[in-house]
């Protein structure tokens, strides 16, 4: 329909179908063919070929006063399209799995619009699981979470990792097994020397449960749960409860409430939890989704030395 009208409206302005295709960056004869094939699909001739050069007749004239009608009508639909993409880019939805909100969420609207001022940044928390599905469903324009080996359709982009740390309540004494190494701020564990002792583990649906999993596999252990939780808070509290030792990335330990009488470790000379944007193939992040995602990984690294220091007690 678009081309018709194209067509149509540059041959009348014309007045020639020579002069019209050089316009329209075609051949004549091709030009001429579409117009041929146009009347016979509406049954009337809207042109007049004459020595001259090409007439409009009293049909060609009406096509043309609703052809500019419809045209002018197409513009102003493209630029209210446009305004409407252009005022969604200033909300930033964002969907954020519960450890990265507690590192980022305080002041990255602010951040991004002392930067944007038109731009506002709306952060939601969910569950790593969730992340998929709404996606997809268009809730989010991305999430921030850890990398489980997403969908094909999905896209992981990391920018920052943490150790999984082993919170240790203080009836267990393990640190005769505990390492103390230049350029980590904690002690190093390896679970394999470790003695006996009773663990509180979030289940196997939560993705520090998985990367938990994953790490045992790899050095080769498998240690059984005396208590299966559904989140990595649950988790802490039950360590500081006396209840058993837990697994946490270090991020999750801003929910702590009593370090007094727990100890800290962590597990490995590697990080192993990590964090990213997931977003859809084939998205592409604006310039202020952009930004957003960078002060969200300063956030986090902030975060982390904060953390460092309370569980520290610096």
């Not at 070929?49 to 419809?70: F, P, S």
């Not at 519960?98 to 305080?106: E, G, K, M, T």
């Not at 082993?166 to 505990?178: D, G, H, K, Q, T």
């Not at 045992?216 to 808070?233: A, D, F, H, N, Y």
Request: proline content about 3%; overall charge neutral; glycine content about 6%.
């Amino acid at each position: 329909m678009e081309r018709d009208i194209d067509y149509v409206i540059a041959v009348a302005e014309c007045g020639s179908i020579s002069q019209a295709a050089e316009v329209l960056y075609i051949s004549q004869p091709s030009l001429s063919r579409y117009l041929s094939s146009l009347e016979n699909e509406l049954g009337v001739a809207l042109f007049i070929r004459t020595i001259n050069g090409t007439e409009l007749t009293e049909a060609g004239k009406l096509y043309v006063e609703y052809a500019k009608e419809i045209r002018r009508l197409r513009g102003t639909l493209k630029a209210k399209l446009r305004e409407m993409q252009k005022s969604e880019a200033r909300r930033i939805r964002i969907g954020m799995t519960l450890n990265a909100v507690s590192l980022s969420a305080f002041n990255v609207a602010e951040k991004v619009r002392e930067k944007y001022s038109d731009c506002d940044v709306e952060l939601f928390n969910l569950m790593s699981k969730d992340i998929p599905a709404t996606l997809k469903e268009g809730k989010y324009d991305f999430a921030i979470g850890p990398d489980l080996g997403w969908p094909q359709e999905l896209v992981f982009d990391k920018f920052y990792q943490d150790a999984l740390i082993l919170v240790v309540p203080e009836r267990y004494n393990i640190e005769p097994y505990a390492e103390y190494r230049e350029g980590f701020p904690l002690p190093l564990v390896d679970l394999r020397t470790l003695p006996e002792m009773d663990y509180i583990l979030q289940d196997d649906t939560t993705a520090v449960r998985k990367v938990f999993d994953r790490f045992c596999q790899e050095l080769g252990c498998r240690i059984e749960p005396k208590l299966q939780v559904t989140s990595s808070t649950i988790a802490i509290q039950a360590a500081e409860n006396q209840m058993g030792c837990c697994v946490a990335a270090l991020g999750h330990l801003a929910f702590l409430n009593h370090r007094e009488r727990l100890r800290f470790y962590q597990i490995g000379d590697k990080n192993c939890s990590s964090a990213g944007v997931i977003r859809l193939r084939g998205k592409k992040l604006l310039e202020e989704e952009k930004y957003c995602i960078s002060c969200i990984k300063k956030a986090m690294m902030e975060g982390e030395q904060e953390i460092l220091k309370r569980i520290r007690g610096v």
